[in-house]
């Protein structure tokens, strides 16, 4: 048949509705074409694999196998729809097998020329009615399009690795792609029960548009020695709630297809923050490129396993534990909420704490609050009555800093302010006992300009907790080139003795979890500025793509813009790097009081309490 003959009118332009796509074939059978597969057969489609290896044919039917008998196990299909699916699904070696495809799901490694191939040879087999998908998620839909016979039946569908657990899924449209194509891959994914989210062709799309650029400045990041990969990637956990942290994440997806992704990105948008990180390059081309070589930043138990196995770079936290001072009791500065749920982590650990504010009376209100906490807690059942009560009796409120006398532990827990927590610690100098440790908990502030404002700077040491403090595990623990190492061990030894997670980090701005988070949240701004995607698309794409427990624009709004704007001011400043100029989109809501839910606008509106 000759195909350069001119086509019929495409039934992909219609606007009637979609024809079902029953018969599907996915072509690379690796770990995504696997998991594609299995999504397609149990929802009812008949499926073929091709794969030029037939090891991985085998592979994928006994995953196939495997995933149907836990299913079986789990009560989610009876026997009978397990052997039906099985036989819904076949493997073959050559192209020809796609001939009655509906739709042609694309899947082979990210290399243009190779999927190029499979696209031009899929023009003399597949019928014209065909959809051919790809599930690029870095090289460019329209240049794959352009290229073929058809382009009008040529889109992305970008699914998330695991395939099976991942809810959401990319409809990609170029500009030469028809819209009744696009509406008969969207209407499958809903009825794969997936969450469908329609884009533009660009790098990365939304989810790895963001969540690449974040990738690589943890690289970066652990690059340049600033901190352990152990602390990145606790810190991204713990400090934000995230299912991996961001190296475990990259050895995950892999090194290698990490920075095929970045280049591409990067070669679109010349923004530094999308520059692959060094580290990436010299990893992939040693060919350690992680879990599935059985190194990358990590070492693993096997190539393939994700048991992470002690190398020459895990730590030693014996040798922290040397020169730890003496804390009995702990002071915090503050009135305010972070002020008092500090001094509550501090009082249920057993420290007598006394909690300062500029008069009697707020401090009295710092303790009636810890005392509603703690009653909360007993109402949950995670604290009992006799513990509360021993822990509310532990603080002792206090109008003034002179109370600070013998505690052997000061925490400041004042406005973000640096005039204001510079006089602060100029008072704390003067009150607190020689050999007591000084601790900011800024989030983007220099220590050492607090250090320097007292005559003893080596005991001044950042202590970073997140919000609320009572529940949040993680506290970045912040040196200065001042710092002494007893202070800095003795931070450690409180942090473990009041059930926290600390990481080390030196005085920069936005320590860990600041310096990888803003720059991330700046960037979904700017999608939306440059209308490549909606607020609630964004949200979706990162909590469904990425296992974010908030959207970016909901967690802008939890947060507060003028707070947001603020550290990502600090971050420009320090780092000068163009990428981190604050959206324009940020300050113009900032400038008109739009400030997030504390005013009832942000990003969104909100009902007022």
Known sequence: MDRTSTPEPSPLSSSASPAPLRTIAVIGLGTMGTGIAEVLTLA????????????????????????????????????????AALARFRTARELEAAADADLVIEVVPEHY???HEVFTALDAV????????????????TRLAADSARPERVLGLHFFNPAPAMKLVEVVSSVLTAPGAVAAVTALARELGKEPVAVGDRPGFVADGLLFGYLNQAAAMYESRYATREDIDAAMRLGCGLPMGPLALLDLIGIDTARTVLEAMYAASH??????????????AAGLTGRKAGRGFYTYEAAGSAVVVPDTHTPAP?????????VRSVGVAGSGTMASGIAEVFAKAGYAVVLAARSQE??????????????????KGRLSAGQAAEALAAVTPAGSLDAFAEVGLAVEAVAEDLEVKRQLFATLDKVCRPGAVLATTTSSLPVVACARATSRPQDVVGMHFFNPAPAMKLVEVVRTVLTADDAHATVRAVCAKVRKHPVDCG?????????????????????????????????????LGGGYPMGPFELLDVVGLDVSLAIEKVLHREFRDPGLAPAPLLEHLVAAGCLGRKTGRGFREYAKA
């Open 113 to 115: 020329e190779l999927k």
């Open 44 to 83: 009812g489609r008949d499926v073929v694999g091709i794969d030029i290896s037939d090891a991985a044919a085998l592979r994928a039917g006994a995953a196939l196998e495997a995933a149907t008998a836990r299913a079986v196990e789990r009560g989610r299909i009876t026997e009978a729809e397990r052997r």
């Open 362 to 379: 707020k401090a009295e209100a710092a303790k009636a609050r810890i005392a509603k906490s703690l009653a909360r807690a007993v109402d």
């Open 126 to 141: 597949v019928r014209p009615t065909a959809i051919l998908a790809t599930g690029t998620n870095a090289l460019s839909v």
């Open 507 to 543: 005085d920069r701005a936005g320590f860990i979890v600041n310096a990888l988070l803003f720059p991330y949240l700046n960037n979904a701004i700017k999608m939306v500025e440059e209308h490549y995607a909606s607020l609630d698309e964004i949200d979706a794409a990162m909590k």
């Open 318 to 326: 014996a040798a922290r534990e040397a020169g730890v001072r003496e």
């Open 271 to 284: 923004d530094r923050l999308h520059a692959p990180a060094p580290v990436l390059g010299q990893l992939a």
